[in-house]
């Protein structure tokens, strides 16, 4: 069954092709960073203009590289949301035009579900049940994964999600957009410099007994801190490196007291945050500790793409029919979806 995967929830464009006995064929992506990093931020209204521009484009690239035609197609797979509304609609409108051309199935996926499924394209993958620690730009959220469409909530951020914070702390330290990448850099500078580290913020929520999160008073710590001492880049980036080490060391005990909660030993972690490197290796050492083992996406899956979506997809094609999320017939979006809501009984 050979899938088609369209991604355009906030500011990439991702198209894949994903074969359900092939594996992923090709995928191609557009980032639109550096034309929302003029403005500080995703400008909603740019991003849905640069997706028309490109997803045609993009269709016919990822075509062109497998040789493969349009009317081969089984299925498309579209992120139905959560993100930005009018980009969800450029994807939704043109998978829905093709399927109906077509007269192939359209699948809205869930965006989370793509970040979170996108581990299981990795050699070795996971295998249900375990742990999902979601960390992106708009969420931070850990989930018990039974099987496909099976997540329950085991806590989430009760304000800003660890993505938000490293992008809102990026832009007090005057880095750049996207802050994620800039400022995990910049700490990671100072750790190679051997410099010794200047500065310790707090661990928010780290004893609060439950598997919430919070980051916002991260960012006024950071303030205070700059507001305290003489900024020079190496105070700026002794700063960053707290940051990073305060969100690491939540992420992953939080993480951990997941794993036994539930009495699971696998955890995955999915969302562009996962891309980080120190928590990574963070969250390597610890679960190696107490004899779990942690998958994470190949690091240009961490962030949005098309290959997610387009797995998400032919994942749920695969279920008994009773279990298949009904293919849509007329193009919707949901901008606010949780995923809990995914829940499917077996
Ligand atoms: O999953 P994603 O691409 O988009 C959303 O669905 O939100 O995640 C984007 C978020 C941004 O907040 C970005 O700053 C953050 O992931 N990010 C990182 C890193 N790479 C991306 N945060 C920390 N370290 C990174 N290396
Ligand atoms: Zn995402």
New binding site residues.
């Given amino acids: 069954m050979l899938v088609l995967g369209i991604e355009t929830?906030?500011d990439?464009t991702g198209i894949a092709l994903y074969h359900t006995e092939r594996g992923l064929l090709s995928h191609a992506l557009y980032s639109q960073t550096e034309m929302h990093g003029e403005y500080g931020g995703v400008v909603p209204e740019l991003a849905s203009r640069d997706h028309i521009r490109r997803v045609l484009p993009l269709i016919r690239q990822t075509f062109g590289a497998t040789g493969l035609d349009l009317r081969e197609l089984n299925a498309i797979a579209y992120t139905c949301g959560p993100?930005l509304a009018g980009a969800l609609l450029v994807g939704a409108s043109i998978a829905t035009a093709l399927g109906f051309a077509l007269k192939i199935p359209v699948l809205g996926i869930h965006?989370?579900e793509g970040?979170l499924l996108s581990p299981l394209l990795s050699t070795p993958a996971p295998v249900f049940p375990f742990v999902a620690l979601l960390?992106?730009?708009?969420?931070t959220q850990l989930m018990e994964v039974s099987g496909l469409g099976l997540y329950k909530l085991l806590g989430e951020t009760v304000d800003d999600?660890?993505?938000?914070a490293?992008?809102k702390t990026?832009k007090l330290l005057g880095l750049g957009y996207?802050?994620?990448?800039?400022?995990?850099?910049f700490a990671d500078e100072f750790l190679k410099s051997g410099q010794p580290k200047c500065f310790k913020l707090p661990r928010p929520m780290l004893h609060s007994g439950d598997l919430n999160f919070s980051f916002s008073g991260l960012k006024t710590a950071v303030l205070t801190l700059m507001n305290k001492h003489e900024i020079t880049g190496q105070t700026r980036a002794g700063i960053a490196l707290a940051f990073?080490e305060a969100?690491v060391d939540v992420l992953t005990e939080k993480s951990l007291a997941a794993l036994t909660k539930t009495g699971l030993n696998q955890l995955v972690v999915?969302?562009?945050?996962?891309?980080?490197?120190q928590?990574r290796e963070s969250l390597c050492r610890r679960t190696e500790e107490i004899g779990a083992q942690v998958f994470f996406p190949e690091l240009e899956f961490?962030?949005?793409n098309g290959a997610m979506i387009a797995f998400a997809g032919a994942m749920r094609l695969q279920l008994p029919a009773t279990r298949n999320r009904e293919p849509v017939d007329t193009f919707s979006i949901k901008a606010r979806w949780d995923l809990e809501m995914q829940v499917v009984e077996t």
């Fill in positions: 929830s906030c990439e993100g965006h989370l970040h960390v992106s730009g708009g969420h999600a660890a993505g938000e490293f992008d990026a996207p802050g994620g990448p800039a400022l995990s850099k990073q969100v999915a969302g562009g945050v996962g891309a980080n490197h928590l961490c962030t949005d």
